[in-house]
């Protein structure tokens, strides 16, 4: 639900929009299509300003508000428009700090840990919550380096980088809200034994595309350094990768993706690698398939177009953890009974419209288990 108002300031028209969405239950299990436990739903809401010209030289300003029932981020941009060789040069405030080419600001979240901490049932193909929620607060500098655009008349590049500093403290709590140390096992959920992690952390990332008509191909890099500031601090580093390709086959595409990662030194067990789930490995419940410090998941899709908005799809996903869930701290995979590996595959629907995509998929896993997803991808302008 969004509501939009435009206002004429002299000669200027500010834009006012205000959007409300309520998020939907992810997946349901079939056959007694019972809602599964890892479905994220809640309200979420937000409020966008944008001016075209508020100095008079076509600068543009973005005001940005998103608010939901767990975290909270304000943006204020002030972008100056610069010839098109050269790099654009923009003023970002975030949370009331003014800055040049960053982004200044903090974040702080409440997350139920389902996908290391949760129990996989009914088959590893639904995963209940335990009573363990991470408590995020946040605050840092995010430095991004325009990107770089060549255009011909059929291909498009894009290479991008972006770094940021980030200062994290992570707090376990129960479903109370109260701190906790140990899991119910009464193994540690922090890496210091206390009741939080605190670490410093530069975050890089770097994104090269390529596209045209026929194909694309994407590939992008993330790097965490914790960086030993204090010497309680954590230090480690966590790397991970996501290639993507996609190939038109007459009106057909066919798109294939490889993500990996690793993470040495310190780590809590939160920081591990989960996979499983309906953006991992399908058909299993979040994070059933294992965790561990290392991850390698391949995702294929062939969709074919039914009509002018309804498109069909086949796919298959398959992960491991490359046998490292023995390397993360109380072994949590391994005392639950997760395999560490898994495939699963299945067909779907995708009806397009001005909403967004409307996603159902329904997905086997290797041990036969069924499970149907409803999902709706956003409309991105």
Known sequence: MGAQKSIHAGKAKIDFNVDLTHKLCGALLVPTLSISDDCNYGCNGRVSIKHPDIFGGSEKLDLLWDKGLQDSNVVIAIRRPRPEWVSQQSFVIQECFLLTHAVLGAQHSITPEVAVHGIPVNRLSQTEGGEINISRLSAGVDLTEPPNTKWSTKTSIRFEVRASILQKHVRPMNGDGRSITLDHDGFPITCSGNSHDNMVVLKQESQYAIAD??????????????????????????FKFVASRGVRIGPSLLVTSLTGGSLVGDMAPHQAFSIGGYNSVRGYGEGAVGSGRSCLIMNSEFTIPLSKQLEGGLFMDCGTDLGSAHHVPGYPAIRQGKPGYGVGFGYGLRFNSHLGQFRVDYAVNALQRKTVYFGINSVTT
Do not use: A
Request: glycine letters at 4%; aromatic letters at 16%.
């Open 213 to 238: 008509d026929n194909m694309f191909s994407r590939v992008t890099f993330q790097m965490e350094q914790g960086l030993p500031l204090l010497s309680k601090w954590l230090i480690f580093n966590k």
